[in-house]
Nanobody
Framework: EVQLVESGGGLVQAGGSLRLSCAAS????????IGWFRQAPGKEREGVSC????????YNADFVKGRFTISRDNAKNTVYLQMNSLKPEDTAVYYC?????????????????????WGQGTQVTVSS
């Protein structure tokens, strides 16, 4: 059974940091790209950061560039999202998702409809 479990969310003041983790099981982790998406109340789910199966390809949305860093540890079947300089507008439920990805591909999926498996999400709240 495929499982993606997010953790690390919480309440933090503006300017603070959090590190989210996405622990995966039930599939060959190093054959899958992993993406972080977020959904704020009343808004559509949007892509935040994505990383290819080998970690060689990375996408960051413009609104997180210079603040968030995505990484993966294939030995631990885990992807991380280090979030620094958090802003109140970063408040959302953060989800990780997985899709099969050939490491040699020049293309990295970044859209939510491209991802096959999803976790349940973790809440991130940034107070002003």
């Amino acid at each position: 059974e495929v499982q993606l479990v997010e953790s690390g969310g919480g309440l933090v003041q503006a300017g603070g940091s959090l590190r989210l983790s996405c622990a995966a099981s039930g599939f060959t982790f190093d054959e899958y790209a992993i993406g972080w998406f977020r959904q704020a109340p009343g808004k559509e789910r949007e892509g935040v950061s994505c990383i290819g199966s080998s970690g060689g390809r990375i996408y960051n949305a413009d609104f997180v560039k210079g603040r968030f860093t995505i990484s993966r540890d294939n030995a631990k079947n885990t992807v991380y999202l280090q979030m620094n300089s958090l802003k109140p507008e970063d408040t959302a439920v953060y989800y990780c998702a997985a899709v099969r990805h050939y490491s040699g591909s020049a293309y990295l999926p970044t859209r939510r409809y491209e991802y096959e498996y999803w976790g349940q999400g973790t809440q991130v709240t940034v107070s002003s």
